[in-house]
């Protein structure tokens, strides 16, 4: 079952390959373990990965892992029959983060961020487990440009995410090679590869995250008239001007004197 292979595919291979080579994101020798949830986003950057594994100059090995959090429901059969299909060796990890989250979880706190970072903290343990230098992500374009929307609009920081990142355990490289590919490229190609995507099935599924459903309206307004609007979101991460920020720190680092705007 080979990806069509059109102007589309094309368009995202080029946007992995680029990201790729700026963020040094892979190197020879490296063992990835790439997050598979089941969605659309990592679907795509496996296969991606896959792709551009079969041309490279240099050699790495890709597994998938997921992490199923024991949700009622979640069908790590169709994941696995996917992955099978088209060869890739793979983990499937039961836990009980539901029954951990139901006990746990305080009525004031957010049941996304809890399962999240039970999830990401799975994740490293697993990708150190089977011996991967590195995690995937298949944070996407969107993502990136959303989450400093929400740093600046409800946190008062600037800040985004990183396309790599020595994560806390010391160990794992946490890598997002999907940076350059926007959400909407994703779905079409998801769907015209017929990836048998899985809902999460948590209690919260499809309602949680208000704030970021907002940016992503926000985001579809603003390129009614600024049809760039995200890529240069996504520029100004990488063109950063310290004597132009009120930073106390950058201030006293890049020398700046005159804070006029
Ligand atoms: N249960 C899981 N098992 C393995 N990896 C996961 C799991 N949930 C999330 N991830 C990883 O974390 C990334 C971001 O997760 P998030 O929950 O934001 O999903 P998403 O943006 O809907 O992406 P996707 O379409 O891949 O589900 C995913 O793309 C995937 O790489």
Redesign the pocket.
């Known amino acids: 079952m080979a990806l069509i292979e059109d102007k589309l595919y094309k368009r995202i291979k080029n946007g992995v390959g680029r990201a790729i080579a700026d963020f040094g994101l892979i190197e020879e020798g490296d063992r990835i373990a790439?997050?598979?949830?089941?969605?659309?986003?990592?679907?795509?950057?496996l296969h991606i990965l896959a792709e551009l594994q079969r041309r490279a100059p240099i050699k790495y090995d890709l597994m998938a892992?997921?992490?199923?959090?024991g949700y009622p429901g979640f069908r790590t059969d169709i994941i696995v029959e996917h992955l099978r299909d088209h060869g890739f060796t793979h983990h499937m990890?039961p836990t009980d983060h539901y029954g951990i989250i139901k006990e746990k979880r305080r009525p004031d706190s957010s049941y996304c961020s809890i399962c999240?970072r039970l999830?990401?903290g799975a994740?490293y343990g697993l990708a150190q487990r089977f011996n991967c230098n590195k995690l995937?992500?298949?944070?996407?374009m969107d993502?990136f440009v959303e989450t400093l929307l929400l740093n600046q609009f409800f946190v008062g920081s600037l800040k985004a995410m990183a396309p790599r990142m020595l994560a806390d355990n010391g160990h794992t490289t946490v890598i997002r090679p999907l940076v350059y590919v926007e959400e909407r490229d994703?779905v079409t190609f998801s769907r015209q590869n017929r990836f048998p995507?899985v809902c999460?099935c948590c209690p919260v599924c499809g309602t949680a995250d208000q704030q970021r459903k907002r940016m992503k309206e926000l985001l579809r307004h603003l390129e009614q008239d600024i049809p760039h609007v995200k890529r240069s979101l996504l520029r100004a991460l990488a063109n950063v001007q310290p004597r132009h920020l009120l930073d106390p720190l950058l201030c006293k680092t890049s020398g700046a004197s005159d804070s006029t705007p």
Do not use: F, P, Q
Request: proline share 0%; hydrophobic share 40%; with cysteine.
């Open positions: 790439v997050a598979v949830s089941g969605g659309k986003d990592s679907y795509t950057l892992i997921n992490i199923d959090s990890e999240a999830k990401r994740l995937a992500l298949g944070h996407h993502d994703i995507v999460c």
